[in-house]
């Protein structure tokens, strides 16, 4: 108590504060809720040729991808491009123009922009580069031909500088990005290939995520990852004999489309004739552990997806390339907190 | 919640200035910390449960309805979309659109204390939506889903309270539902292990006329009795038991009758028997028939009016008069062989017919009549629907059933009242 009368007022008040947090807290954390979110879909918006002034074409959407607040929607035989906000038209490309070459698109699968360039897959066995900002042609890998660089080209990703191409049955060729460039020459030799395990002509969807390249793997039936620096590793090697995936082996789901957001996998699964688009933490999926936050074949009971063959968000709003039903969806994605009492 | 302890220690601030001594400021910084700080809000916590509903007194919006009424259109139990259940799931809950829910009971006695949970994505635990105090015979009704209302508590399985914000709807499947009850009659559906589909079909009556014949929904309620009866003597252990180990079972019918076993020893399959050689089941086989009978697919329960019932394929059928007196006394001899005849077996298996020396027909007809001797059926009673009664809607003349064991049945015989199932 001596010590006591020796303090003065502006003393004692760290002490309360020191005593407050001492005293008080420790109870309340274990008494404190436990709150969960429930996730759940709204539509918001849908995108087909109504979007699109003056198309007369019908919608045929297959890869999509978003950079910088663009939409990129392969389209047919073409490219479309949309305010990701708004989601106003802003422009089709329909050729691949340099300086004197103009080679019209056709037969477009796949498109992945990173780095100020945009990547176009066509089952015409080639691949379109373009410049993101002025979209003049930068180079073309492969000239057309089968048999040539690519055996048609079903999807496409860019990350990291490294390029991954999705042809015809198991392959993938992977191409270093600076590889391409203004004066490259169009048969490109891969740095390293990969081995799909199963595969044919359909649409492939693929991306990176935290060291991996994630494929969809619809004839596989399970996501396939690659260790990026395990390619880099064994690229030489992977030349004669294709790197293979990890995977966990799924019986009756077929992966069809896969994309990386900052917190989730968003991904499109078809189970026997259902459609359904299912988000999983990003980290949980990076470890093959599959227990998705979010897993719908409808919205709110209406309109069942069709087969979503691409993905993308931005924000809380998913894009989904529903090629059944001929439109890009654009889901919100709604939360409701799921909080436990302690009573 | 450390910031919110930390604002809470801020406001008495004014106050403090006023002490004089330090002493007392330091006492009162105590008491301070020990009524403001360790206050336990979520002990505190009261939810507020959404009420019990009687199904019995739901107004108009719910659309409550009994279902197979004696005078409703038959084109109703013939519609196949509106009207299938299954038989381990006579309290059925399916969602309707994203805010709602239809809820039916395939039952001819209602139940009480039934409890609806929910289960949702991304949240193990089950909590409770739906409290029925009573549930009416037959009784359908539709009900919004509260979370699609507003943000409520919930009680959750292990007793706590969950408060759920309003989600504006579900997608088709997005939220699981379960049903527990302790009801008795709840209890013993419970045990079914059997989930198949039952439906009713018209278009072998519309086909066929005078093999077939259309029913009515008194005849419907009927049905529908029979087969949770029937499904749930199938799942009793007793008769898994008798089933898998039929062998012995013949073996001491051979001994009682002092004689030496008649034909089959065990069960065998559909190959023509020559000459007293049987295409006879492995152990393991039997054991997978068993749960064939007892697995879901669909059976379209129908009604015969020539000179015999059928059965194959969905369909299973019987006449009249084994809907409306026959199974209150336990003569499933029919719907047995029937029913055989619609899980794959014909007339050389033993399974479907009673053949040389007895087969399933004869012995699932002696378990059942024991089973209404045990009392050891959800229903048993043939006045909780009247249907003998009910010269309106029936073709026959009967009078009211009345059950009598036989002494020499071969389970009352061999268990002496025991077996019930607990």
């Given at each position: 108590m001596e010590?006591?009368?020796?303090?003065?007022?502006?003393?004692?008040?760290?002490?309360?504060?020191?005593?407050?947090?001492?005293?008080?807290?420790?109870?309340?954390?274990?008494?404190?809720?436990?709150?969960?979110?429930?996730?759940?879909?709204?539509d918001?918006?849908?995108?087909?040729?109504?979007?699109?002034?003056?198309?007369?074409?019908?919608?045929?959407?297959?890869?999509?991808?978003?950079?910088?607040?663009?939409?990129?929607?392969?389209?047919?035989?073409?490219l479309?491009?949309?305010?990701?906000?708004?989601?106003?038209?802003?422009?089709?490309?329909?050729?691949?123009?340099?300086?004197?070459?103009?080679?019209?698109?056709?037969?477009?699968?796949?498109?992945?922009?990173?780095?100020?360039?945009?990547?176009?897959?066509?089952?015409?066995?080639?691949?379109?580069?373009?410049?993101?900002?002025?979209?003049?042609?930068?180079?073309?890998?492969?000239?057309?031909?089968?048999?040539?660089?690519?055996?048609?080209?079903?999807?496409?990703?860019?990350?990291?500088?490294?390029?991954?191409?999705?042809e015809?049955?198991?392959?993938?060729?992977?191409?270093?990005?600076?590889?391409?460039?203004?004066?490259?020459?169009?048969?490109?030799?891969?740095?390293?290939?990969?081995?799909?395990?199963?595969?044919?002509?359909?649409?492939?969807?693929?991306?990176?995520?935290?060291?991996?390249?994630?494929?969809?793997?619809?004839?596989?039936?399970?996501?396939?990852?690659?260790?990026?620096?395990?390619?880099?590793?064994?690229?030489?090697?992977?030349?004669?004999?294709?790197?293979?995936?990890?995977?966990?082996?799924?019986?009756?789901?077929?992966?069809?489309?896969?994309?990386?957001?900052?917190?989730?996998?968003?991904?499109?699964?078809?189970?026997?004739?259902?459609s359904?688009?299912?988000?999983?933490?990003?980290?949980?999926?990076?470890?093959?552990?599959?227990?998705?936050?979010?897993s719908?074949?409808?919205?709110?009971?209406?309109?069942?997806?069709?087969?979503?063959?691409?993905?993308?968000?931005?924000?809380?709003?998913?894009?989904?390339?529903?090629?059944?039903?001929?439109?890009?969806?654009?889901?919100?994605?709604?939360?409701?907190?799921?909080?436990?009492?302690?009573? | 919640?450390?910031i919110?302890?930390?604002?809470?220690?801020?406001?008495?601030?004014?106050?403090?200035?006023?002490?004089?001594?330090?002493?007392?400021?330091?006492?009162?910084?105590?008491?301070?910390?020990?009524?403001?700080?360790?206050?336990?809000?979520?002990?505190?916590?009261?939810?507020?449960?959404?009420?019990?509903?009687?199904?019995?007194?739901?107004?108009?919006?719910?659309?409550?309805?009994?279902?197979?009424?004696?005078?409703e259109?038959?084109?109703?139990?013939?519609?196949?979309?509106?009207?299938?259940?299954?038989?381990?799931?006579?309290?059925?809950?399916?969602?309707?659109?994203?805010?709602?829910?239809?809820?039916s009971?395939?039952?001819?006695?209602?139940?009480?204390?039934?409890?609806?949970?929910?289960?949702?994505?991304?949240?193990?635990?089950?909590?409770?939506l739906?409290?029925?105090?009573?549930?009416?015979?037959f009784?359908?009704?539709?009900?919004?889903?509260?979370?699609?209302?507003?943000?409520?508590?919930?009680?959750?399985?292990?007793?706590?309270?969950?408060?759920?914000?309003k989600?504006?709807?579900?997608?088709?499947?997005?939220?699981?539902?379960?049903?527990?009850?302790e009801?008795?009659?709840?209890?013993?559906?419970?045990?079914?292990?059997?989930?198949?589909?039952?439906?009713?079909?018209?278009?072998?009556?519309?086909?066929?006329?005078?093999?077939?014949?259309?029913?009515?929904?008194?005849?419907?309620?009927?049905?529908?009795?029979?087969?949770?009866?029937?499904s749930?003597?199938?799942?009793?252990?007793?008769?898994?038991?008798?089933?898998?180990?039929?062998?012995k079972?013949?073996?001491?019918?051979?001994?009682?009758?002092?004689?030496?076993?008649?034909?089959?020893?065990?069960?065998?399959?559909?190959?023509?028997?020559?000459?007293?050689?049987?295409?006879?089941?492995?152990?393991?086989?039997?054991?997978?028939?068993?749960w064939?009978?007892?697995?879901?697919?669909?059976?379209?329960?129908?009604?015969?009016?020539?000179?015999?019932?059928?059965?194959?394929?969905?369909?299973?059928?019987?006449?009249e008069?084994?809907?409306?007196?026959?199974?209150?006394?336990?003569?499933?001899?029919?719907?047995?062989?029937?029913?055989?005849?619609?899980?794959?077996?014909?007339?050389?298996?033993?399974?479907?017919?009673?053949?040389?020396?007895?087969?399933?027909?004869g012995?699932?007809?002696?378990?059942?009549?024991?089973?209404?001797?045990?009392?050891?059926?959800?229903?048993?009673?043939?006045?909780i629907?009247?249907?003998?009664?009910?010269?309106?809607?029936?073709?026959?003349?009967?009078?009211?059933?009345?059950?009598?064991?036989?002494?020499?049945?071969?389970?009352?015989?061999?268990?002496?009242?025991?077996?019930k199932?607990?």
């Amino acid at each position: 108590m001596e010590l006591k009368y020796t303090l003065h007022m502006k003393h004692i008040l760290p002490l309360i504060l020191a005593l407050c947090l001492l005293t008080n807290c420790s109870k309340d954390d274990a008494a404190s809720t436990k709150d969960y979110t429930y996730y759940y879909p709204t539509d918001e918006a849908s995108i087909n040729n109504e979007n699109i002034l003056g198309s007369t074409e019908a919608f045929d959407p297959k890869g999509i991808a978003i950079a910088n607040e663009k939409l990129y929607v392969i389209n047919g035989n073409v490219l479309e491009v949309f305010n990701a906000l708004t989601l106003a038209h802003l422009k089709t490309i329909k050729e691949y123009k340099k300086g004197t070459t103009t080679i019209p698109l056709t037969s477009l699968t796949s498109v992945s922009v990173d780095n100020g360039r945009i990547y176009v897959g066509s089952t015409e066995s080639r691949l379109f580069v373009f410049d993101e900002t002025t979209n003049a042609g930068i180079s073309t890998v492969g000239n057309g031909q089968w048999w040539q660089t690519f055996v048609h080209v079903f999807g496409v990703v860019a990350k990291d500088g490294l390029v991954f191409v999705k042809e015809k049955e198991k392959s993938i060729k992977v191409l270093d990005a600076s590889q391409i460039t203004e004066t490259s020459d169009w048969n490109l030799k891969p740095i390293a290939k990969l081995n799909t395990l199963n595969g044919f002509t359909e649409v492939y969807s693929l991306d990176v995520v935290d060291g991996n390249l994630v494929v969809a793997g619809r004839d596989a039936k399970s996501y396939l990852y690659y260790n990026i620096a395990n390619i880099k590793a064994n690229a030489a090697a992977s030349l004669t004999t294709p790197i293979e995936p990890q995977k966990v082996q799924f019986v009756d789901i077929k992966p069809i489309a896969v994309s990386f957001s900052k917190d989730w996998a968003v991904t499109s699964e078809n189970v026997g004739s259902a459609s359904y688009l299912k988000l999983y933490p990003k980290d949980e999926f990076n470890k093959m552990n599959y227990k998705a936050v979010l897993s719908v074949s409808d919205i709110l009971g209406q309109n069942p997806f069709g087969t979503i063959v691409a993905t993308a968000q931005l924000d809380d709003r998913i894009f989904l390339s529903d090629n059944t039903n001929k439109k890009i969806r654009i889901i919100k994605v709604n939360k409701s907190v799921i909080a436990e009492q302690n009573n | 919640m450390h910031i919110y302890s930390f604002a809470r220690y801020l406001t008495p601030k004014p106050t403090y200035l006023l002490m004089r001594k330090n002493t007392h400021f330091f006492v009162f910084a105590l008491l301070a910390s020990i009524i403001f700080g360790c206050s336990d809000d979520g002990e505190n916590y009261t939810p507020n449960y959404l009420p019990t509903i009687d199904a019995s007194a739901l107004p108009a919006e719910n659309k409550p309805m009994t279902m197979f009424e004696d005078d409703e259109s038959p084109s109703k139990m013939y519609d196949k979309t509106d009207r299938w259940f299954r038989v381990n799931e006579p309290f059925q809950v399916i969602q309707k659109g994203k805010d709602s829910v239809q809820v039916s009971l395939y039952s001819p006695v209602g139940l009480t204390d039934v409890k609806v949970y929910a289960k949702l994505p991304n949240y193990d635990k089950k909590f409770l939506l739906f409290s029925f105090s009573k549930v009416p015979a037959f009784h359908r009704s539709f009900h919004k889903i509260p979370l699609t209302e507003q943000k409520n508590d919930y009680l959750l399985e292990t007793g706590n309270a969950v408060t759920i914000d309003k989600i504006e709807g579900f997608s088709s499947g997005a939220i699981e539902f379960s049903v527990e009850s302790e009801d008795p009659l709840f209890k013993m559906f419970k045990k079914i292990k059997s989930n198949h589909l039952v439906q009713f079909h018209d278009g072998y009556h519309i086909n066929e006329l005078g093999k077939f014949l259309p029913m009515n929904p008194a005849l419907a309620k009927e049905a529908i009795t029979m087969i949770i009866n029937y499904s749930y003597a199938l799942s009793h252990p007793l008769y898994y038991s008798t089933f898998t180990n039929f062998d012995k079972y013949k073996q001491e019918q051979a001994t009682t009758a002092g004689t030496a076993v008649n034909g089959a020893l065990n069960w065998h399959g559909n190959a023509d028997d020559v000459d007293g050689v049987y295409d006879y089941y492995s152990k393991e086989e039997i054991e997978k028939i068993y749960w064939n009978y007892l697995d879901k697919r669909t059976v379209y329960m129908a009604m015969v009016g020539g000179d015999s019932a059928w059965g194959g394929g969905n369909l299973a059928s019987q006449w009249e008069s084994g809907y409306v007196t026959g199974h209150w006394v336990g003569d499933m001899s029919v719907w047995s062989h029937e029913y055989s005849h619609h899980i794959g077996f014909s007339h050389s298996s033993n399974l479907a017919n009673s053949g040389e020396g007895g087969g399933q027909q004869g012995m699932l007809t002696d378990f059942y009549k024991y089973l209404i001797y045990l009392n050891d059926l959800p229903f048993l009673d043939p006045d909780i629907l009247k249907t003998y009664t009910k010269t309106a809607y029936v073709k026959g003349t009967y009078k009211k059933p009345t059950f009598k064991i036989d002494p020499k049945n071969p389970f009352l015989v061999k268990y002496k009242g025991e077996g019930k199932w607990n």
